[in-house]
């Protein structure tokens, strides 16, 4: 849709080719119905939030970077608010705003059709077209891929674009989930599914010990894992990993605040002045109570005991415990629960301030459908809104008709 409007703003006639009855579902479910569009961070911070290579985003963003994308929606009725984290919304805290602003935007316009219902089978022979499932051709002087990735197939998402990519000669990096949920090989028990851990550590490495990934803040456990933003994030770093067999080791750390000598001074004075208590009873002095079962299968210390009867070696099991709660990660939810896809169109192989195919001229990629992904925030979608703008606009300037 961005590339649409972008494209029929230069004066081109566009044709916008939409597999479902309507366009936009994905952008209408975003950020969970309220559609984080982007983030403000400068441009430094937020390239280092982008992979494989964000660098290869500079010349896009400096035709439309965040005050830009902000200004678009503003000057479209749609009043913006800042949150925590640098994150953008709508005011209204609804992604319908967004999604309707630019549909408005393309249906006022008589240079725009957008064919719904249309879903595409291959490219035309010159690569400047489409043909549809049902043999017609769509064909223009320039075309635009921007059909997403593999995440939320239920939106339309079937990875045609990179089917296309392929037919037209270029490389395609295997696409993996990406900011999704991290399944465990360890059982979760019953008391923890749902349960939300908040203000904890969480360290994923290989099974050596090299750390991969290290973060702070909320997470949540589900029948086959653990989720939660800070799962969402570790997932980019770990995914295409996972996906190739190998197994991880996550590490939470319940006491983030502590390091260990603090926090066995601590756990030396409460076993001190609670001794008459057994230890099943006062674990509630360190650890919510969903979290006790756990604890008790894993430090091997008698329930009974009181805590004047724990010994030096069982206080240093309990204070591993509280630092470092391993699990085995051995997969990753799919695509109808990831954010975004991992992978895609090699980055190399399109011009990064046109997003022209150095392959076949007149062919442009926008989007999820380049093997770029970023971390929660509102970065992946600023990705898709500057990729669009670039390719609509570069589209529009050739001599005859874009679709």
Same mark, same amino acid.
Request: aromatic fraction near 6%; glycine fraction near 8%.
């Given at each position: 849709?961005?590339?649409?409007?972008?494209?029929?703003?230069?004066?081109?006639?566009?044709?916008?080719?939409?597999?479902?009855?309507?366009?936009?579902?994905?952008?209408?479910?975003?950020?969970?119905?309220?559609?984080?569009?982007?983030?403000?961070?400068?441009?430094?911070?937020?390239?280092?939030?982008?992979?494989?290579?964000?660098?290869?985003?500079?010349?896009?963003?400096?035709?439309?970077?965040?005050?830009?994308?902000?200004?678009?929606?503003?000057?479209?009725?749609?009043?913006?608010?800042?949150?925590?984290?640098?994150?953008?919304?709508?005011?209204?805290?609804?992604?319908?705003?967004?999604?309707?602003?630019?549909?408005?935007?393309?249906?006022?316009?008589?240079?725009?059709?957008?064919?719904?219902?249309?879903?595409?089978?291959?490219?035309?022979?010159?690569?400047?077209?489409?043909?549809?499932?049902?043999?017609?051709?769509?064909?223009?002087?320039?075309?635009?891929?921007?059909?997403?990735?593999?995440?939320?197939?239920?939106?339309?998402?079937?990875?045609?674009?990179?089917?296309?990519?392929?037919?037209?000669?270029?490389?395609?990096?295997?696409?993996?989930?990406?900011?999704?949920?991290?399944?465990?090989?360890?059982?979760?028990?019953?008391?923890?599914?749902?349960?939300?851990?908040?203000?904890?550590?969480?360290? &994923?490495?290989?099974?050596?010990? $090299?750390? #991969?990934?290290?973060?702070?803040?909320?997470? @949540? !456990? %589900?029948?086959? =894992?653990?989720?939660?933003?800070?799962?969402?994030?570790?997932?980019?770093?770990?995914?295409?990993?996972?996906?190739?067999?190998?197994?991880?080791?996550?590490?939470?750390?319940?006491?983030?605040?502590?390091?260990?000598?603090?926090?066995?001074?601590?756990?030396?004075?409460?076993?001190?002045?609670?001794?008459?208590?057994?230890?099943?009873?006062?674990?509630?002095?360190?650890?919510?109570?969903?979290?006790?079962?756990?604890?008790?299968?894993?430090?091997?210390?008698?329930?009974?005991?009181?805590?004047?009867? &724990?010994?030096?070696?069982?206080? $240093?099991? #309990?204070?591993?415990?509280?630092?470092?709660? @391993? !699990? %085995?990660?051995? =997969?990753?939810?799919?695509?109808?629960?990831?954010?975004?896809?991992?992978?895609?169109?090699?980055?190399?192989?399109?011009?990064?301030?046109?997003?022209?195919?150095?392959?076949?001229?007149?062919?442009?990629?926008?989007?999820?459908?380049?093997?770029?992904?970023?971390?929660?925030?509102?970065?992946?979608?600023?990705?898709?809104?500057?990729?669009?703008?670039?390719?609509?606009?570069?589209?529009?300037?050739?001599?005859?008709?874009?679709?």
């Amino acid at each position: 849709m961005m590339a649409a409007v972008a494209a029929a703003e230069s004066g081109a006639e566009v044709v916008l080719v939409e597999k479902m009855d309507q366009a936009g579902r994905k952008l209408r479910i975003t950020g969970k119905g309220r559609c984080n569009l982007t983030n403000t961070a400068p441009l430094k911070d937020f390239i280092t939030h982008i992979g494989p290579d964000g660098r290869w985003m500079r010349n896009c963003f400096a035709q439309m970077f965040n005050t830009q994308l902000m200004e678009f929606f503003e000057q479209r009725n749609v009043p913006l608010i800042e949150e925590r984290g640098n994150r953008v919304f709508p005011q209204s805290g609804k992604s319908l705003d967004i999604f309707l602003a630019l549909i408005n935007d393309l249906e006022r316009r008589p240079n725009v059709e957008i064919r719904k219902n249309c879903a595409v089978k291959s490219l035309t022979d010159d690569r400047h077209g489409v043909r549809l499932q049902d043999g017609t051709a769509i064909r223009g002087d320039a075309l635009i891929i921007a059909t997403g990735g593999l995440s939320y197939p239920t939106t339309g998402s079937t990875g045609i674009g990179y089917r296309l990519a392929e037919e037209a000669g270029h490389t395609v990096i295997p696409q993996v989930p990406s900011l999704v949920s991290l399944t465990c090989e360890e059982p979760i028990p019953q008391d923890l599914v749902g349960f939300v851990l908040k203000n904890v550590g969480l360290a &994923i490495t290989l099974p050596n010990g $090299k750390k #991969l990934y290290d973060g702070f803040g909320e997470m @949540t !456990f %589900t029948p086959q =894992g653990i989720d939660g933003p800070i799962v969402l994030s570790a997932s980019r770093q770990v995914s295409r990993m996972l996906h190739n067999g190998e197994k991880l080791i996550a590490h939470i750390d319940l006491k983030p605040a502590l390091d260990e000598e603090k926090l066995d001074r601590r756990l030396i004075a409460d076993l001190d002045s609670n001794g008459t208590r057994i230890f099943n009873d006062a674990l509630r002095l360190w650890l919510p109570a969903e979290l006790i079962q756990l604890a008790l299968t894993r430090l091997h210390i008698e329930y009974y005991k009181r805590l004047h009867q &724990i010994n030096a070696a069982e206080r $240093k099991r #309990l204070l591993h415990f509280l630092k470092d709660v @391993t !699990f %085995t990660l051995n =997969g990753t939810g799919d695509y109808n629960t990831a954010v975004v896809t991992q992978g895609g169109v090699c980055t190399k192989e399109v011009n990064p301030k046109t997003m022209e195919s150095k392959l076949v001229p007149g062919l442009y990629f926008a989007g999820e459908v380049l093997d770029l992904d970023a971390d929660t925030g509102g970065f992946n979608l600023q990705i898709a809104f500057s990729t669009g703008f670039a390719a609509g606009k570069a589209a529009a300037k050739l001599p005859d008709p874009a679709i």
